[in-house]
């Protein structure tokens, strides 16, 4: 072991001071309407804040005059401002920061804050240059929500651009990416996924901004959504902004197969197939209308459909039917026209037999008259229940005894199919006018019971239905028992309206065929009645659009449906 002594000098009598050195941290001038604000930090050199110091401000004597704290009732600031033959003078806050507003801007770098130091730390000078505050850049698309065709090779989305402050004339590059929307009902929207850059365009602050998207980069129909960037820069701060997109392609009807010569008796079978730029169509319905009534809906699997066709009797050659594809997912359009089909009637027509039967009516007459037998019994010519009958209607299928109730299900007048989700209300009068005495929602296989109540068998009890997808149902309440509720598809009612329109207003949108809402449309605009054009539109627009109208646009086109035009009988 080494053992070190070690003398220790003599004491002196002199005291040892130790002092921290101070120093203003981000100490500038931030130019504001009006002014400017002198701030900054004042810290020692181990980075704790000094707090409660007087910072004095010195320089422009100008700028200095009516200074005052920058936020009244605040930490910083609150020991205000006051003069000194130097300047003006400022207690800094707990963080060690000051802050004091100028009544005009100084030069940049006229003024100095000064820290005196104490009997723990030294002095501290910094000049005070003017920061620049980034300009901050607003982008907004030229729609709230954008259509995008797939059926085209290139799409164009146009966005603005303008700043708060300064920063309008100077260039700056803008990128659009393409992600999945958010999914979910509104304010409960989860985050978008991943996204995918489609484009990018120069473009300088105030100017619009164009970008040339390919379609093929967008993907398949549906719903989407775009989001626009800047990534910021020195004078600019970063910006983006997104918007829902709906990527929509047209399905085009053809028939798959010759047309067979049918008999009307027994109807005739249709192969169709529906096809648009971005491939088969997956799903979606095809109906059929034949002198403007219905004669038959298929729907429709990988582009395919299958078609079975109620004709009426005819004496003509050959009837006519028009087809249409009604969608079901979301961005999958019909086009415009429906695709005609002419059917071939077998056989010589029932007008060119007629001479044969007549004399075979003669022939059986004398029969008759020299060997009659028995009289048959007559058959009943009712006609049994119809699933689908092709319109909305309550029917009931049994009376029930006594007071039991009412019980049944809820079907597409079209298809047959069960409605599930609708509302089936019991809507009795009442002393200030009505009220819903019951009410139930259909399951999947559109079922539904209403319990016996007394004010239903009273006069004016209604039965209200209504569902997301069919036009809402009102109808006099029946007698208890089992009831068939068909609703008819808003699509659908929305078409009869506008055919029914037709129909009054006569020529020139009247016509032998059914017409469609974009040939009322183009009559409307030849014909110079714009309300009538743009209610045709929208006709067409929900009928045929990626989207199926819901109760509110229903109304809405009710609404806006305008009145119906004496006919024109001048070639009459």
Same mark, same amino acid.
């Given at each position: 072991?080494?053992?070190?002594?070690?003398?220790?000098?003599?004491?002196?009598?002199?005291?040892?001071?130790?002092?921290?050195?101070?120093?203003?941290?981000?100490?500038?001038?931030?130019?504001?309407?009006?002014?400017?604000?002198?701030?900054?930090?004042?810290?020692?050199?181990?980075?704790?804040?000094?707090?409660?110091?007087?910072?004095?401000?010195?320089?422009?004597?100008?700028?200095?005059?009516?200074?005052?704290?920058?936020?009244?009732?605040?930490?910083?600031?609150?020991?205000?401002?006051?003069?000194?033959?130097?300047?003006?003078?400022?207690?800094?806050?707990?963080?060690?920061? +000051?802050?004091?507003?100028?009544?005009?801007?100084?030069?940049?770098?006229?003024?100095?804050?000064?820290?005196?130091?104490?009997?723990?730390?030294?002095?501290?000078?910094?000049?005070?240059?003017?920061?620049?505050?980034?300009?901050?850049?607003?982008?907004?698309?030229?729609?709230?929500?954008?259509?995008?065709?797939?059926?085209?090779?290139?799409?164009?989305?146009?966005?603005?651009?303008?700043?708060?402050?300064?920063?309008?004339?100077?260039?700056?590059?803008?990128?659009?990416?393409?992600?999945?929307?958010?999914?979910?009902?509104?304010?409960?929207?989860?985050?978008?996924?991943?996204?995918?850059?489609?484009?990018?365009?120069?473009?300088?602050?105030?100017?619009?901004?164009?970008?040339?998207?390919?379609?093929?980069?967008?993907?398949?129909?549906?719903?989407?959504?775009?989001?626009?960037?800047?990534?910021?820069?020195?004078?600019?701060?970063?910006?983006?902004?997104?918007?829902?997109?709906?990527?929509?392609?047209?399905?085009?009807?053809?028939?798959?197969?010759?047309?067979?010569?049918?008999?009307?008796?027994?109807?005739?079978?249709?192969?169709?197939?529906?096809? *648009?730029?971005?491939?088969?169509?997956?799903?979606?319905?095809?109906?059929?209308?034949?002198?403007?009534?219905?004669?038959?809906?298929?729907?429709?699997?990988?582009?395919?459909?299958?078609?079975?066709?109620?004709?009426?009797?005819?004496?003509?050659?050959?009837?006519?039917?028009?087809?249409?594809?009604?969608?079901?997912?979301?961005?999958?359009?019909?086009?415009?026209?429906?695709?005609?089909?002419?059917?071939?009637?077998?056989?010589?027509?029932?007008?060119?037999?007629?001479?044969?039967?007549?004399?075979?009516?003669?022939?059986?007459?004398?029969?008759?008259?020299?060997?009659?037998?028995?009289?048959?019994?007559?058959?009943?010519?009712?006609?049994?229940?119809?699933?689908?009958?092709?319109?909305?209607?309550?029917?009931?299928?049994?009376?029930?005894?006594?007071? *039991?109730?009412?019980?049944?299900?809820?079907?597409?007048?079209?298809?047959?199919?069960?409605?599930?989700?609708?509302?089936?209300?019991?809507?009795?009068?009442? +002393?200030?006018?009505?009220?819903?005495?019951?009410?139930?929602?259909?399951?999947?296989?559109?079922? +539904?019971?209403?319990?016996?109540?007394?004010?239903?068998?009273?006069?004016?009890?209604?039965?209200?239905?209504?569902?997301?997808?069919?036009?809402?149902?009102?109808?006099?309440?029946?007698?208890?028992?089992?009831?068939?509720?068909?609703?008819?598809?808003?699509?659908?009612?929305?078409?009869?309206?506008?055919?029914?329109?037709?129909?009054?207003?006569?020529?020139?949108?009247?016509?032998?065929?059914?017409?469609?809402?974009?040939?009322?449309?183009?009559?409307?605009?030849?014909?110079?009645?714009?309300?009538?054009?743009?209610?045709?539109?929208?006709?067409?627009?929900?009928?045929?659009?990626?989207?199926?109208?819901?109760?509110? &646009?229903?109304?809405?086109?009710?609404?806006?449906?305008?009145? &119906?035009? &004496?006919?024109?009988?001048?070639?009459?």
């Amino acid at each position: 072991m080494c053992i070190v002594g070690v003398t220790a000098p003599a004491w002196t009598g002199e005291r040892v001071r130790v002092r921290a050195d101070a120093a203003f941290g981000a100490a500038g001038l931030v130019p504001e309407e009006g002014g400017a604000r002198a701030t900054g930090t004042l810290r020692d050199d181990v980075g704790s804040p000094i707090a409660d110091a007087e910072v004095i401000l010195s320089g422009d004597a100008a700028s200095l005059l009516g200074a005052q704290a920058c936020t009244a009732g605040s930490d910083i600031g609150r020991g205000g401002v006051r003069s000194t033959h130097e300047g003006v003078a400022t207690l800094t806050d707990a963080q060690g920061r +000051f802050c004091v507003k100028l009544a005009a801007p100084p030069p940049d770098g006229a003024l100095t804050v000064h820290y005196s130091g104490d009997s723990l730390r030294g002095e501290a000078s910094a000049r005070l240059a003017t920061q620049r505050i980034p300009g901050t850049v607003r982008l907004a698309f030229d729609a709230p929500r954008l259509v995008a065709s797939l059926d085209v090779p290139s799409a164009r989305v146009a966005v603005s651009t303008r700043t708060e402050g300064s920063g309008t004339g100077t260039p700056i590059r803008l990128v659009l990416s393409q992600g999945p929307g958010p999914v979910g009902p509104p304010g409960q929207e989860q985050p978008p996924g991943p996204e995918q850059e489609l484009a990018a365009a120069d473009v300088v602050v105030g100017a619009v901004a164009r970008f040339d998207v390919e379609t093929r980069l967008l993907g398949g129909p549906g719903p989407s959504r775009l989001t626009v960037r800047f990534p910021g820069s020195a004078a600019l701060s970063a910006a983006s902004e997104w918007v829902h997109v709906d990527r929509v392609t047209t399905v085009h009807l053809a028939l798959a197969g010759t047309v067979a010569p049918a008999n009307p008796s027994r109807g005739a079978e249709l192969h169709l197939a529906a096809s *648009s730029s971005a491939g088969p169509a997956p799903d979606g319905w095809v109906e059929a209308v034949v002198n403007g009534q219905p004669a038959g809906v298929a729907p429709v699997e990988r582009g395919a459909a299958r078609l079975s066709l109620t004709l009426p009797a005819t004496r003509r050659d050959a009837v006519v039917a028009t087809v249409r594809y009604v969608p079901e997912s979301p961005g999958w359009v019909p086009g415009p026209e429906g695709l005609a089909v002419t059917i071939p009637i077998a056989g010589p027509s029932t007008h060119r037999l007629a001479p044969w039967l007549l004399g075979a009516a003669a022939i059986a007459y004398v029969v008759l008259r020299a060997w009659r037998r028995p009289p048959r019994a007559i058959r009943s010519a009712a006609r049994p229940h119809e699933a689908a009958p092709g319109r909305a209607v309550v029917e009931l299928v049994r009376a029930a005894p006594g007071h *039991s109730g009412w019980q049944g299900t809820v079907t597409d007048a079209h298809e047959g199919t069960p409605v599930a989700g609708a509302r089936v209300n019991l809507v009795v009068p009442v +002393f200030d006018g009505e009220g819903v005495a019951a009410t139930v929602t259909t399951p999947e296989d559109g079922s +539904f019971t209403l319990p016996p109540i007394e004010a239903g068998r009273s006069a004016g009890a209604r039965l209200v239905v209504a569902a997301p997808h069919h036009a809402t149902l009102t109808e006099p309440l029946p007698r208890d028992g089992v009831l068939s509720i068909c609703l008819v598809g808003r699509r659908r009612a929305l078409l009869d309206r506008l055919v029914a329109w037709t129909t009054q207003a006569g020529r020139p949108f009247a016509r032998k065929a059914e017409p469609t809402p974009h040939e009322v449309a183009q009559v409307a605009r030849r014909e110079r009645r714009e309300d009538v054009e743009a209610w045709a539109s929208a006709v067409n627009e929900a009928a045929f659009g990626p989207s199926p109208p819901d109760e509110r &646009a229903d109304e809405a086109l009710r609404r806006a449906e305008p009145p &119906a035009p &004496a006919p024109d009988r001048s070639d009459r």
